[in-house]
């Protein structure tokens, strides 16, 4: 197995094999490319992600171990539970996804710096033009206090970023998520790295050459779901 990071040219096409991902740091697959929309599906459907820092070059990661979920069987806590009943908020997917990712960009920004940088926020949006990303949006009357988002391919997501303005609303918007995605026939979401905040919630991890497997078997398929702009509301069972 090598242990040489791969470099790929601006008009890459292709990756290397996930197999010849560093172990330190662990996934490091590739640097350079680019953020095309073909490019950013050809990754996401082989096990590869974006992710660097502003002001670094583009590096690619597929990790040894990944953090996923099934829809459907999140952990719903007591307290959880008793928020959503409460219907507190409103729900809503793909109302705004420009505000989502840029709300998602300052706030990792105010606590410890963001790599959702201005050409990611971009490449995304295109993404989302094109019907692969996908955003949660939570709202308390008119502002946004939560949410997340992803790319869905298939029948897999692949979660990318989430942030809370107010008390576990970004769990409000995992569960959203979660509920939605199984009554869609989704397998898998990919949360990409181990968290606490995940774990409570019943997130797993598996190793990558599973989850490879997981991809072959649903990423190809079309998505059960054609329209993702809707409102969504918590129902007890």
Same mark, same amino acid.
């Given at each position: 197995?090598?242990?040489? =990071?791969? *470099? ?6 292709? @990756?290397?094999?996930? %197999? ?5 740091? %662990? ?10 929309? &073909? ?7 082989? $096990?590869? *992600?974006?992710?660097?820092?502003? $002001? ?12 996923? @979920? ?22 809503? *997917?793909?109302?705004? @996804?420009?505000?989502? =990712? ?10 410890? $710096?963001?790599? =959702?940088?201005? %050409?990611?926020?971009?490449? !995304? ?5 094109? $019907? ?8 308390? %009357? ?10 869905? =391919?298939?029948?897999?997501? *692949? ?19 979660? &509920? ?13 790295? !181990? ?18 497997? !997981? ?23």
């Amino acid at each position: 197995m090598s242990e040489t =990071i791969a *470099f790929l040219p601006a008009h890459a096409t292709c @990756f290397p094999s996930v %197999d010849s991902a560093l172990k330190e740091p %662990d996934g490091l697959l590739a640097v350079g490319g680019n953020l095309n929309v &073909e490019t950013l599906l050809l990754a996401y459907r082989g $096990g590869i *992600f974006p992710w660097y820092n502003d $002001g670094d070059p583009l590096l690619w990661w597929s990790p040894s171990q990944r953090m996923v @979920f099934t829809p459907g069987k999140l952990h719903i806590s007591r307290s959880l539970g008793k928020l959503l009943r409460k219907n507190r908020y409103l729900v809503t *997917f793909n109302h705004n @996804f420009s505000a989502l =990712i840029k709300t998602c960009a300052r706030c990792y920004q105010a606590k410890e $710096g963001t790599w =959702i940088t201005a %050409d990611m926020i971009a490449a !995304y949006t295109t993404l989302h033009q094109s $019907g692969y990303a996908h955003s949660v949006e939570v709202w308390r %009357d008119c502002d946004l206090v939560g949410g997340l988002y992803g790319v869905a =391919i298939g029948q897999v997501f *692949f979660a990318e970023s989430m942030f809370s303005k107010e008390s576990n609303t970004s769990k409000v918007a995992l569960v959203a998520l979660s &509920e939605q995605l199984a009554r869609w026939q989704f397998q898998l979401v990919d949360c990409q790295n !181990y968290s606490t905040h995940l774990a409570s919630l019943g997130g797993r991890l598996i190793s990558r050459e599973s989850y490879i497997k !997981y991809l072959g078997m649903y990423c190809p398929r079309d998505s059960a779901c054609a329209n993702w702009q809707m409102k969504w509301q918590w129902h007890d069972g």
